[in-house]
């Protein structure tokens, strides 16, 4: 008898991220958005999953080789994403926040910082948020007006932030704001730094809101809110950077949510298909239906392959730019369409609140927006496109020349 192998760390991870039963699903969606939240992420933090969004060098998960230590893997989290968006867009939001929120700390923060911060982010035990978008600035972050004034060995911030997830909730925010220059030009990102700045802050307001589905989401005021520079994470001026490469990180895990929604839709459709009668006989039958559910099984096929060849270069250390913004972009609109296709499959039961296929529709539509729009998401493919030709992809053809 050959021994048994020894399962490798994800997919451990894996199997409890799996066992989402229909009864805690259920009552995820029927808590309001806060105590959804919390629910969603004690649940996580009780399976060690949180440790995934955390480098394994700051307390993080092991993860067998696939990344740095001092790094998130980019594959573990996507499949993680993939599993937990199949069953609640709670429980997937909340784990990627904490890794959205707390990683330009990892790159950028100091020793004592991290050590303070991170295990904690990787237990639990603190609800982090990203700060970026602003009421003037969302795909275009030299936009960004919030400012943050030298005072003596403090600064202090003022300017709004808008579109937070976790915006209330958070234990500690990662702000992109500006200490140089003027919003806006060539150059309106030289100016930017990240800061870590604690929930509780005084001169910190948030103003929550409502969006299609549940999340919790905010305005987030800044009113001469004052930082320690020893708060300050990265090089001063070296905030874009920091922020630019918190997304690259994070991007491709859009994808792979969008993954799981998709294929959820498409299981409830396909057992609604089989299920629900007709004129005598089962919808499965109708040769059109048929046809849809084919077409939705080969996009989401595609936009699988496209996540975790994205993800599986990153985690190599390879430039993988294209790689990332066409999975997100191919990923996310075809999910789309597939929650879109269930929903049209269900007929009127389809928009009915509380049904499944009414929650993956709204669940999936803010992924096409958030992160890069699906027009930034061209814009890279083309512009990399018009420059290098097109990719070679895995058989290496070579390219047209380039007209002169």
């Known amino acids: 008898m050959e021994p048994q192998r020894k399962q490798d760390p994800l997919a451990r991870a894996m199997v409890r991220a799996h066992r989402v039963d229909a009864g805690f699903e259920a009552e995820l969606a029927s808590l309001g958005e ?55 867009g709670m429980l997937d939001v909340m784990l990627v926040m904490q890794g959205l929120g707390s990683y330009s700390l990892a790159r950028g923060g100091s020793d004592e910082l991290r050590a303070l911060v991170l295990p904690a982010v990787a237990k639990g035990e603190l609800v982090a948020a990203f700060g970026l978008t602003e009421p003037g600035a969302g795909s275009s972050l030299g936009e960004v007006a919030t400012r943050a004034e030298r005072d003596g060995d403090d600064w202090l911030l003022t300017g709004t932030k808008t579109f937070i997830s976790n915006a209330g909730l958070a234990d500690f925010y990662t702000v992109l704001v500006r200490t140089s220059g003027s919003p806006g030009g060539r150059d309106g990102g030289d100016g930017l730094t990240m800061f870590f700045v604690p929930g509780d802050a005084a001169g910190l307001e948030v103003e929550r809101f409502e969006v299609l589905a549940p999340h919790p989401i905010g305005t987030v005021t800044f009113d001469g809110v004052r930082v320690p520079d020893a708060q300050r994470l990265g090089e001063l001026g070296g905030g ?29 459709s396909r057992a609604h298909l089989l299920r629900r009668e007709q004129f005598g006989k089962p919808l499965a039958a109708n040769q059109a239906l048929r046809f849809d559910l084919a077409e939705m099984e080969t996009q989401l096929v595609a936009a699988e392959l496209l996540t975790r060849r994205a993800a599986k270069r990153l985690d190599k250390g390879h430039e993988a730019a294209r790689d990332v913004a066409r999975a997100k972009l191919f990923a996310t609109e075809a999910a789309s369409w597939i929650a879109d296709r269930a929903l049209q499959h269900h007929g009127g039961l389809g928009v009915k609140r509380g049904e499944v296929v009414e929650r993956l529709y709204r669940d999936v539509r803010a992924l096409r927006i958030y992160e890069g729009t699906s027009e930034v998401q061209k814009l890279i493919l083309a512009k990399a496109l018009l420059s290098d030709g097109p990719d070679r992809g895995s058989a290496g053809q070579k390219s047209a020349p380039r007209p002169h």
């Open 34 to 88: 806060d105590e959804a939240a919390r629910t969603a992420l004690a649940w996580l933090a009780e399976r060690d999953l949180c440790a995934w969004a955390v480098p394994a060098a700051w307390g993080g998960a092991e993860t067998g080789g696939l990344c740095a230590a001092d790094d998130v893997s980019v594959r573990a989290l996507s499949d993680l994403r993939m599993q937990l968006a199949y069953s609640s």
């Open 240 to 268: 874009l950077s920091l922020a630019l490469g918190t997304l690259a990180r994070f991007r491709t895990s859009v994808a792979a949510a969008a993954c799981g929604f998709a294929r959820r839709a498409l299981v409830e």
